[in-house]
């Protein structure tokens, strides 16, 4: 079984700030990550993707998250925050053969000018 | 269009009454899955459909739920007598290849569905 813990559900930031989101996953097999945004009233969007190779990846608006096998972590990052990025963020899991997206509860980000 | 579209986008009904939900998904590809977002539960996997492959329904929540998938393409997640508890967001995602291919699965808006 695999299953995903976003630990914090709200984080405020203020503008330009940086920001960590946190992201731990459990799984018995090799996994596949994702982190998807939700900005109000729109569906889900993917950021960026971990699949295999380089631990550090680089996703749209700026997002980027890091691999860590032996911490069983995904954090996603962003050096400069906007009014724009406040949205909810969800960390996602799922393996080779496995077609179910597991997701962990999300993490709603909102940014004080 | 370019991407997923579903139908209604909100949906008000009433309990006992049976409603159906529609997805198009992205032309060409060739798996669709349901996902519901509900307060408390997060997104949760329903059904997933591949290609003319048997549906996985292992996430559907009870026998009340049913979905198919009409020439490979559309798909309507039907719910039978409805209860308050399936109030939630019901979003639909398609991707190109099966996830095994770890492709990106594309998500629609959702549909809101109110059950009084």
């Known amino acids: 079984a695999q299953s995903v813990t976003q630990l914090d559900s709200q984080v405020p930031v203020f503008e330009e700030a940086p920001v960590e989101l946190r992201c731990n996953y459990s799984?018995?097999?090799?996994?596949?990550l994702f982190w998807y945004v939700q900005y109000p009233n729109q569906g889900l969007q993917l950021l960026l993707k971990?699949?295999?190779?380089?631990?550090l990846v680089k996703g749209i608006n700026g997002f980027e998250a890091e691999f860590n096998k032996s911490q069983t972590s995904f954090h996603l990052r962003k050096p400069s925050v906007h009014i724009s990025d406040t949205a909810e963020y969800f960390c996602a899991v799922t393996s080779f053969g496995n077609e179910k997206l597991t997701f962990g509860t999300g993490t709603r980000l909102t940014i004080i000018p | 269009g370019a991407g997923v579209s579903q139908s209604p986008s909100n949906k008000v009904t009433e309990k006992g009454k049976d409603v159906e939900l529609r997805c198009d998904p992205i032309s060409g590809h060739t798996a669709l899955y349901w996902y519901r977002q509900s307060l408390g539960q997060g997104l949760e996997f329903l059904i997933y459909f591949q290609g003319n492959s048997a549906p996985d329904k292992s996430g559907l929540p009870s026998d009340r739920f049913s979905a198919e998938r009409t020439g490979g393409s559309v798909s309507t997640l039907t719910i039978q007598r409805t209860q308050q508890e399936d109030s939630a967001v019901y979003l639909c995602?398609?991707?190109?290849?099966?996830?095994?291919?770890?492709?990106?699965?594309?998500f629609g808006p959702g549909t809101r569905l109110t059950v009084l």
């Open positions: 971990y699949l295999s190779g380089s631990t």
């Open positions: 995602a398609s991707s190109l290849l099966p996830l095994a291919g770890s492709d990106t699965q594309y």
């Open positions: 799984s018995s097999v090799s996994v596949y």
